[in-house]
């Protein structure tokens, strides 16, 4: 059963830097799709980022393209999200979630950017910019 435990979430004044990290725990595969989503009140739980481990070029929707960086390293199992140049409309709860299904190596690494693609998540952590 995987684990997943976020860490970082803070207030930061616009155009302010955060990062975000994912520690997975448990097993997993040796490659899976891993992503950040984030959710608004009363809003559904949207893409921010999303990489598969195994390799390849990351994802990112327009809203974040250029700001955001999602980075990894394999040796802790871990997930980073790198947040640059914050907006108000940044703020939300992010989430990390693990795809651990065979999907992504079907697809030659290409993740889901849907959160319903996601069968393991965190309990998310706040970020509010201001």
């Known amino acids: 059963h995987v684990q997943l435990v976020e860490s970082g979430g803070d207030s930061v004044e616009a155009g302010g830097s955060l990062r975000l990290s994912c520690a997975a725990s448990?097993?997993?595969?040796?490659?899976?799709?891993m992503g950040w989503f984030r959710q608004r009140p009363g809003n559904q739980r949207e893409e921010v980022a999303t990489?598969?481990?195994?390799?390849?070029?990351?994802h990112y929707p327009d809203s974040v393209t250029g700001r955001f960086t999602i980075t990894q390293d394999n040796a802790k199992n871990t997930v980073y999200l790198l947040m640059n140049s914050a907006k108000p409309e940044d703020t939300a709860a992010y989430y990390c979630?693990?795809?651990?299904?065979?999907?992504?190596?079907?697809?030659?690494?290409?993740?889901?950017?849907?959160?319903?693609?996601?069968?393991?998540w965190g309990q998310g952590t706040q970020v509010t910019v201001s």
């Open positions: 979630a693990v795809d651990d299904t065979t999907r992504g190596e079907k697809t030659g690494g290409t993740c889901p950017t849907s959160w319903l693609g996601y069968n393991y």
């Open positions: 448990g097993g997993t595969r040796s490659s899976i799709c």
């Open positions: 990489i598969w481990t195994g390799g390849g070029s990351p």
